[in-house]
């Protein structure tokens, strides 16, 4: 994942005729923090954790993305998201550059009061190089809202006055704003929208499959669900549903655990791999990385692939899906919503003046509309598949504020 993002930068920079100084400038994070965090287990015994904050570039302005909680968390993965939320900010031209946390563990199974101890000690471990304009971190995979308000309080003991800038994601009482927990979903919404626009399809009726059910996937579905699509598959870690006349999302939104898992109260499972291959007419990843890769793409049958997962299509499966002539929309565009969102909250908490819903949602999809045509545009220009065209779009940016500063 991390080779195939440096693999397109270069590409992209050279289609905007930056030199080599510059690939080597924006190729790997300015910053890389790796730590350890000590935590008093439930049964008394200390287990010492590995965590990780990567700083791509701050040329634009401080850094700004998700910290994640899980198994496979490890340090290239850390460094490569840092530079696709490098690339996020680009495209919505917003004022960051990319940062990104994680720490390798199983939340799913660890207490409260061990994912607290955790989430403090993280803060604690990384707090010299973060704060509201340095590097602003938010929710990601197995986190969320609680685990943001336990690291804000840290942080806010830490410096001895209240910092609600300092990270994004939290619960309304605390700073958070309208919107945010269902951003990343309804940005996707949004681009499908408009995805399906260039495609003819009207997405009213139109047979949507969505691979994972975790917070942008259920929402997603609950968005599709509600704007009139048949979401004829959905799926979970442990395997999948289907129905051609469409799933009751409301029940299955009913039904799930706090990690999104549903599929073991149905006998009548399929597997991942048969759920991306399912005749459709939008299909969304919404899992994890490496789900569509050049020994399934021949056998996606959707005419649009939106992906709201980072990474879930290799650089493999991008050209064969493109000379296929399914249209394909890159996740640092369509995922773009949760940052998005996260900077107007940050926004919010630097002028102690808080928006209603509808402000929120409206211009996210001023941003999101915009970012789409964008790309879409700087794709015909150049005669490039949306993927190349999102990296031109959104590294330009970086490439551009870098030159300024004298940086490259």
């Keep these: 994942m991390y080779h195939s993002?440096?693999?397109?930068i270069h590409e992209a920079l050279k289609k905007l005729n930056f030199g080599d100084q510059m690939y080597e400038l924006l190729k790997e994070?300015?910053?890389?923090l790796e730590v350890r965090i000590p935590v008093k287990m439930d049964d008394g015994t200390v287990k010492v954790f590995t965590g990780y904050r990567s700083q791509h570039n701050d040329s634009v302005g401080p850094t700004k993305g998700g910290i994640r909680f899980h198994p496979e968390v490890n340090e290239a993965e850390v460094k490569a998201l840092s530079i696709w939320m490098s690339l996020k900010c680009g495209i919505t031209n917003l004022p960051f550059g990319g940062g990104k946390g994680g720490i390798i563990c199983d939340p799913r199974e660890m207490s409260g009061r061990e994912l607290e101890c955790l989430s403090r000690g993280y803060v604690r471990a990384i707090s010299q190089i973060v704060g509201p304009c340095k590097d602003i971190p938010a929710p990601d995979v197995y986190t969320n809202s609680q685990i943001m308000a336990w690291m804000v309080d840290e942080y806010s003991h830490l410096r001895e006055f209240d910092s609600p800038g300092f990270i994004t994601g939290k619960p309304l009482v605390l700073g958070g704003s309208k919107g945010r927990e269902t951003a990343t979903a309804h940005g996707v919404a949004i681009v499908i929208e408009e995805a399906a626009k260039k495609k003819g399809i009207n997405l009213k009726d139109a047979r949507v499959v969505i691979q994972g059910f975790g917070n942008a996937g259920s929402y997603l579905a609950k968005f599709m669900h509600d704007a009139g699509a048949k979401v004829v598959g959905v799926s979970d870690v442990l395997g999948a549903i289907t129905d051609p006349n469409g799933l009751d999302i409301d029940y299955l939104?009913?039904?799930?655990?706090?990690?999104g898992t549903f599929s073991s109260l149905f006998s009548n499972t399929i597997s991942n791999k048969e759920l991306l291959e399912l005749d459709c007419d939008i299909l969304v990843p919404a899992a994890i990385s490496n789900q569509i890769t050049e020994e399934n793409a021949y056998d996606i049958k959707?005419?649009?692939?939106?992906?709201?997962?980072?990474?879930?299509?290799?650089?493999?499966?991008?050209?064969?899906l493109n000379d296929r002539g399914v249209f394909l929309v890159p996740d640092i565009l369509s995922n773009a919503g949760g940052v998005t969102v996260s900077y107007f909250e940050w926004v919010q908490n630097n002028q102690s003046y808080y928006w209603t819903e509808e402000e929120v949602d409206n211009k996210l999809k001023k941003i999101m509309v915009d970012s789409f045509e964008n790309v879409y545009r700087i794709s015909k220009i150049h005669q490039v598949d949306m993927r190349l065209a999102a990296y031109m779009v959104g590294i330009k940016k970086l490439a551009e504020a870098s030159c300024f500063r004298g940086w490259a």
């Design 302 to 320: 959707a005419l649009i692939v939106v992906e709201a997962a980072n990474g879930p299509t290799t650089l493999e499966a991008t050209k064969i």
């Design 29 to 32: 994070p300015l910053r890389f």
């Design 5 to 8: 993002t440096q693999t397109v």
């Design 253 to 259: 939104l009913d039904c799930r655990d706090s990690f």
